[in-house]
Nanobody, 127 residues
Framework: EVQLVESGGGLVQAGGSLRLSCAAS????????FGWFRQAPGKEREGVSY????????DYADSVKGRFTISSDNNKNTVYLQMNSLKPEGGAVYSC????????????????????WGQGTQVTVAS
């Protein structure tokens, strides 16, 4: 089974930084797409970023582009999301998801196309 465990969330002031981690187990790490999603109370889940461990491709939501950076460490089977210049509207539960291989186009933004999910980690951004 695919197992994903997020960590690194917490309370941070606007303009501050956090690094989220997604530790993966139960599958081969080097041919997967990993996505980061977030969901705030009363809002739909949205895709934040993704990375392919096969080819290294990445993408970001327009709302975080230039402030967030996704990376992976194949030796540790871990995906990271470095979040800089955090804004109050960035407060949400952040979850990672994994999908074997991938698809064409911008499929990574669709939660239904991922096979495995973590429990999420809370990020709170104070004004």
């Amino acid at each position: 089974e695919v197992q994903l465990v997020e960590s690194g969330g917490g309370l941070v002031q606007a303009g501050g930084s956090l690094r989220l981690s997604c530790a993966a187990s139960g599958f081969t790490f080097d041919d997967y797409t990993f996505g980061w999603f977030r969901q705030a109370p009363g809002k739909e889940r949205e895709g934040v970023s993704y990375i392919s461990t096969r080819d290294g491709n990445t993408d970001y939501a327009d709302s975080v582009k230039g402030r967030f950076t996704i990376s992976s460490d194949n030796n540790k089977n871990t995906v990271y999301l470095q979040m800089n210049s955090l804004k109050p509207e960035g407060g949400a539960v952040y979850s990672c998801a994994a999908q074997k291989g991938g698809y064409g186009g911008s499929w990574w933004t669709l939660p239904s196309l991922y096979d495995g999910w973590g429990q999420g980690t809370q990020v709170t951004v104070a004004s």
